[in-house]
């Protein structure tokens, strides 16, 4: 199982930025999938999950509006789309394998961070 | 940003054990049996070692286990390795579709 995210960069505030993870090695259209960030010093934090054919959609609470979490199962991929940077967005970016069931993330990637800084 | 509260630090010599807790409210831990654990190593990727408060993950030593009492759970390393030496963090589901973590708990193998 293999989970390796890209597109994170240093962005000035205000900006977009659009986020991919790519997976291998296991079935990706059967699992929920997620993003999940860490900012510096501090602990995770959940962003968003998706469904299995991309129907649903949840959001953290601080994350409603800005971000947009979506996937294309022929690319065993997923992507994190986030609008209008703001310094507190400053963190890792962590794709995830989620087990909704449970409530846990079995698989997570290196991450990507993303800098947010004037 | 953290609703679940955990000691900043833990530590203890090679073979012994270290206990680190998690507690939370009665409207996630308190409520539901999703409390999982992660290891993070700086550099490498980061590790389900507990899930559902109890169980293990395939090739995730029995040295490591969970348990729940209440509002806290509570993660036990057993026989400290110095590869144990790690930032620990708890999560928990919290309803609505919301999954909180713990500000994390830095263990040292001394």
């Known amino acids: 199982v293999q989970l390796v995210e890209s597109g994170g960069d240093v962005v000035l505030p205000g900006v977009s930025l659009r986020l991919s993870c790519t997976t291998s090695?296991?079935?990706?259209?059967?699992?929920?999938m997620a993003w999940v960030r860490q900012a510096p010093g501090k602990g995770p934090e959940w962003v968003a999950n998706?469904?299995?054919?991309?129907?649903?959609?949840f959001y953290g609470d601080s994350m409603k509006g800005r971000f947009i979490i979506s996937r294309d199962n022929a690319k065993s991929s997923i992507y994190l789309q986030v609008n209008n940077l703001r310094h507190e967005d400053t963190a890792i970016y962590y794709c995830?394998?989620?087990?909704?069931?449970?409530?846990?993330?079995?698989?997570w990637g290196l991450g990507t961070q993303v800098t947010v800084s004037s | 940003q953290s609703v679940l509260t955990q000691p900043p630090s833990a530590s203890g010599s090679p073979g012994q054990s270290v206990t680190v807790s998690c507690t939370g409210t009665r409207s996630d831990i308190g409520a539901y049996n999703f409390v999982s654990w992660y290891q993070f190593h700086p550099g490498k990727v980061p590790k389900l070692i507990i899930y559902e408060v109890t169980k293990r993950p395939s090739g995730v030593p029995d040295r490591f286990s969970g348990s729940k009492s209440g509002n806290t759970a509570s993660l036990t390393v057993s026989g400290l390795q110095s590869d144990d030496e790690a930032d620990y963090y708890c999560s928990s589901f919290a309803g609505n579709n919301n999954f909180i973590f713990g500000p994390g708990t830095k263990v040292t193998v001394l």
């Open positions: 995830a394998r989620a087990q909704l069931a449970g409530g846990y993330f079995d698989a």
């Open positions: 090695g296991f079935t990706f259209r059967y699992y929920w």
């Open positions: 998706i469904k299995q054919d991309g129907s649903e959609t």
